[in-house]
């Protein structure tokens, strides 16, 4: 198998903004399935500009190359989001900002540690697949298939309807269908602690994403017990790399603005 390489420079984590003691809160950002931190990058910065201790990370498998997703689970993934919130138990005030599967282990973060995770930004969550042929896999999955035939999926390009953004965009270029199970174990987790996320939540969707399900996304909102809807009118999946993306960061920097007025810096 030939080794397909990735520009690190660009899918690389990364922290932004003043160090504890001086920020508004901290914020913790979590990319999506086969992307990497330069997908939330602009809302990073827009956040660290407002005063917000940023920390993207980069989840296991991501980010490098195709090879090195054949060695991870939706355990590595989970665990990994549960170590970056520990990395921020020094900050009394946080709150978690996650893109597409990102947001579900954003959700699942909150339902599990509700007195650390005091909001959220679930922006494209991942409810429900809007291609056919992801909804059949989702249907199929217990057919042990990945196993039997080790099948990969290949990757060209990444749902952005910005020409310029696309264009930049590191692509995975094929992962294993191995994986897509993972996130679909993913799914599951988020919809058994739904009821469960008690804090504010700011949900952000595009009705022209062409991964998700909008009418996915308004049950979701629904469902969460403090959740609002934010319908994006222009761009596709990748939210914070989109057209409407100042309109993105501007919502989201003012929710979390909101709350952390609230919130006693303890």
């Avoid at 989840?59 to 921020?88: I, N, S």
């Avoid at 996650?98 to 007195?115: D, K, N, T, V």
């Avoid at 298939?145 to 990757?155: D, F, Q, R």
Wanted: include cysteine.
């Amino acid at each position: 198998m030939t080794v397909t390489p990735m520009d690190e420079a660009k899918t690389a984590s990364f922290t932004l903004g003043p160090p504890r003691g001086k920020e508004v809160a901290a914020v913790l950002l979590i990319h999506g399935f086969t992307g990497s931190p330069w997908e939330v990058r602009p809302l990073g910065e827009a956040l660290a500009a407002r005063g917000f201790h940023v920390h993207a990370i980069r989840l296991p498998g991501h980010g490098v190359g195709p090879e090195a997703m054949a060695w991870v689970t939706w355990r590595d993934w989970e665990r990994a989001a549960e170590q970056a919130l520990k990395q921020l138990e020094a900050f009394p005030r946080v709150f978690v900002a996650g893109l597409s599967m990102g947001a579900l282990l954003g959700m699942l973060l909150a339902a599990r540690h509700p007195q650390r995770v005091s909001g959220l930004a679930l922006m494209a969550p991942v409810w429900k697949l809007r291609p056919l042929d992801g909804r059949l896999l989702r249907r199929l999955r217990w057919l042990p298939i990945a196993e039997w035939t080790g099948l990969w999926v290949k990757k060209s390009t990444t749902d952005i309807e910005d020409v310029a953004a696309r264009a930049d965009a590191p692509i995975l270029p094929r992962y294993p269908l191995a994986r897509l199970y993972d996130l679909f174990t993913i799914q599951d987790h988020a919809r058994q602690v739904v009821t469960q996320v008690h804090c504010p939540t700011l949900v952000a969707a595009a009705e022209q994403d062409h991964v998700v399900d909008f009418r996915s996304v308004q049950r979701l909102v629904s469902a969460l017990p403090r959740a609002r809807l934010l319908t994006l009118r222009r761009g596709f999946h990748i939210l914070p790399r989109d057209n409407d993306r100042a309109l993105l960061a501007h919502e989201v920097a003012g929710f979390f603005d909101g709350l952390a007025a609230r919130i006693p810096a303890g």
